[in-house]
């Protein structure tokens, strides 16, 4: 059974850092694409950045260039999300997503084919 697991959420003021991670247990993050996905109170669920299979490339949404980044370990099948310079903006609930049909690095939260549970941020100002 494959299950993805967020934690590293929390409160932050304005300003701050956040590192969220995501294990995942039952599936090898090894060549998979690795996406990070949020979604705020009353909005539709938005693309953060997505890592690719082979940890090469990165892309990420306008909203977080430059203040966001997405690694990963393998040796621990684990893909981080670094936020930095964190906004009140950036409240949602963070949701990692891995991609086995398809290698491609995509921002389509519609080609992922698994999911954690969430993880809350929420930054004050």
């Known amino acids: 059974q494959v299950q993805l697991v967020e934690s590293g959420g929390g409160l932050v003021q304005a300003g701050g850092s956040l590192r969220l991670s995501c294990a995942a247990s039952?599936?090898?993050?090894?060549?998979?694409?690795v996406g990070w996905f949020r979604q705020a109170p009353g909005q539709e669920r938005e693309f953060v950045g997505v890592?690719?299979?082979?940890?090469?490339?990165?892309d990420y949404a306008d909203s977080v260039k430059g203040r966001f980044t997405i690694s990963r370990d393998n040796a621990k099948n684990t893909v981080y999300l670094q936020m930095n310079s964190l906004k009140p903006e950036d409240t949602a609930v963070y949701y990692c997503?891995?991609?086995?049909?398809?290698?491609?690095?995509?921002?389509?939260?519609?080609?992922?084919?698994?999911w954690g549970q969430g993880t809350q941020v929420t930054v004050s100002s």
């Open positions: 039952g599936l090898t993050f090894r060549s998979r694409a």
């Open positions: 890592i690719s299979g082979n940890g090469g490339s990165t």
């Open positions: 997503a891995a991609r086995v049909t398809g290698v491609g690095a995509t921002p389509l939260a519609h080609m992922y084919n698994y």
